[in-house]
């Protein structure tokens, strides 16, 4: 089984534009957006969801008012500033917990003398399985200011094989996030083959030096793409140099094309129209050799 990992070291470069189209291309293919923070790849590839699954990561306090006597230990021993002093309508003081600002550290459940703060599970977001025009597809979504995005990839990693295997799939398709973090390096676990997204920026050549060494960390093979190189030809030279010299190989070039967003709008991948950079995608598909 091979995993193609589609990254790059900033968001807006193409990135799932590319993967999209990749995962028409591939034959009875398994796609997975790793991207949790900010998925985008249904938007293209219109899912239709078959299983949702609650994640759970952590653990959240929360103070029982009807027990709560105000003593104010919790916020005492609080670190994070995350307990919140109320007044009831009785006069009574009684303290809440600020569910964004807690860390889930249950230092107030430890020390308060009532015993009147919880520590349930704290729900993060869902994962989900889906059909769509392409295979299946496994992909997420994190809650607002939730946190563990990493653990959630890894899920999303997993069940995408997992299927893999049951079906007897020989590839699976990856947009992974954007940047080098927790969930790169989840979304990196056990992939054949690397594929970064880059553009002919200043910031694009910076960002993509930070990409291939934490793929040279992890010993992963990878391959460079320039998006929209016609709009810095110089710069795009340059990039390719210097992805090829720590290593990389260099796929091709994607041309500016402004039917990329028209097939977006259309929830299509680019591939799947008669755009002039279709052969360019489809040439880079190829070199992967997948």
């Not at 938007?43 to 653990?59: K, M, N, Q, W, Y």
């Not at 916020?75 to 600002?101: H, L, M, Q, W």
Request: aromatic share 4%; hydrophobic share 40%.
């Amino acid at each position: 089984m091979k995993k193609l990992v589609v990254i790059s070291g900033k968001g807006g470069t193409g990135k799932t534009s590319v993967a999209a189209s990749f995962a028409v291309l591939a034959e009875r293919p398994v796609i997975a957006d790793c991207d949790v923070d900010a998925a985008d790849l249904h938007l293209v590839l219109a899912p239709r969801i078959r299983e949702r699954h609650d994640f759970t990561s952590g653990h959240q306090a929360v103070i029982r008012q009807q027990d709560c006597n105000g003593c104010g230990t919790c916020s005492e021993v609080c670190r994070f500033e995350a307990v919140e002093k109320k007044n009831r309508e009785n006069g009574a003081v009684t303290y809440v917990i600020d569910p964004v600002a807690c860390e889930g550290c249950g230092v107030c459940v430890r020390f308060c003398p009532q015993r009147a703060i919880d520590f349930p599970e704290s729900l993060c977001g869902e994962w989900m399985v889906s059909e769509t025009r392409c295979g299946p597809m496994v992909h997420a979504r994190l809650g607002i200011a939730a946190e563990n995005s990493g653990k959630l990839v890894s899920i999303v990693r997993r069940e995408a094989r997992r299927i893999a295997e049951a079906e007897n799939r020989s590839v699976i398709i990856v947009d992974g996030p954007p940047g080098i973090g927790c969930p790169v390096i989840a979304s990196l676990t056990g992939a054949t083959l690397v594929l970064v997204v880059t553009e002919p920026t200043v910031s694009g050549e910076h960002d993509l030096e930070r990409v291939l060494a934490l793929a040279r960390h992890f010993n992963m093979p990878a391959a460079v793409c320039v998006n929209k190189w016609d709009i810095n030809p110089e710069m795009t030279e340059r990039i390719e140099n210097m992805a090829g010299s720590s290593g990389a190989k260099i796929a091709g070039r994607i041309r500016y094309d402004r039917a990329v967003t028209a097939a977006q709008m259309q929830e299509r991948a680019v591939v799947e129209t008669k755009a002039p950079c279709v052969q360019d995608i489809q040439h880079i598909w190829k070199q992967l050799g997948l």
